[in-house]
Every structure is written in structure tokens, then in C-alpha cells.
């Protein structure tokens, strides 16, 4: 069984930054697409950074390009995601998923989620 706990969410004001992390219980982290998504209430979860397993590759989601970074360090087992100049519409609970697919784009790609940890940002 793999366990994702995320961490970091809080209550920002626009502009500012705040940093998630995801620990993985696994063996075999190294071999799973880590991706981060979000959901707004009211509104379907949506992909907002992926990082293929060797970190070769990454995806961003347009409305965070240049704002967030996707990163892991896979001998902490941990995925991290940088928040950058915040917006009041980057409001939303986020989620940490893992993927044994390359491609983290796709949501129902994803085999494990997290439960989520809350991001408010104030205008």
C-alpha cells in the first residue's frame, strides 16, 4: 500500500508563497510520475505540476507556469511544490498523487492521492 501525506497549506496573502511537500511511504518512490493537483470548491480537481520519476521531465498546468516548481527528492521520498506570487484564485485544497504512467498530465492516470492539504489565499 502507498500512503501520500501532504503538507504546507495554510492562509497566504496574494503575492506571497508557500511550499507543499508530500512524503511517500514507499519503496519504490523512485519509479512512480509525482503530480500535485488542486480543487476549488464547486470545481472539478485539475492538474497543476507533474515530475516524471527521474525528474527529467516536468508539466505545468498554463495558470502556474512561471509561478510554481515541481521538485523531489527521491531519497526523502518527498515531492515538493513552490508557490510563488500567490493569487486569490490559486485558492483550493491540493493534492499529491502518484502516477506509474510517465505522462502526469492525466488525472485518472494516477494510482495513489493524498488527502489533500488547504491553500487560502486573501486578496
Known amino acids: 500500500q502507498v500512503l501520500l501525506v501532504e503538507s504546507g497549506g495554510g492562509l497566504v496573502q496574494a503575492g506571497g508563497s508557500l511550499r507543499l511537500s508530500c512524503v511517500v511511504s514507499?519503496?519504490?518512490?523512485?519509479?512512480?510520475?509525482m503530480g500535485w493537483f488542486r480543487q476549488a470548491p464547486g470545481k472539478e480537481r485539475e492538474f497543476v505540476a507533474a515530475?516524471?520519476?527521474?525528474?527529467?521531465?516536468?508539466y505545468y498546468a498554463d495558470s502556474v507556469k512561471g509561478r510554481f516548481t515541481i521538485s523531489r527528492d527521491n531519497a526523502k521520498n518527498t515531492v515538493y511544490l513552490q508557490m510563488n506570487s500567490l493569487k486569490a484564485e490559486d485558492t483550493a485544497a491540493y493534492y499529491c498523487?502518484?502516477?506509474?504512467?510517465?505522462?502526469?498530465?492525466?488525472?485518472?492516470?494516477?494510482?495513489?492521492w493524498g488527502q489533500g492539504t488547504q491553500v487560502a489565499v486573501s486578496s
Open positions: 498523487a502518484a502516477s506509474s504512467f510517465s505522462d502526469g498530465r492525466d488525472r485518472e492516470r494516477y494510482n495513489y
Open positions: 514507499t519503496r519504490t518512490f523512485g519509479y512512480y510520475t
Open positions: 515530475m516524471s520519476w527521474k525528474g527529467g521531465t516536468t
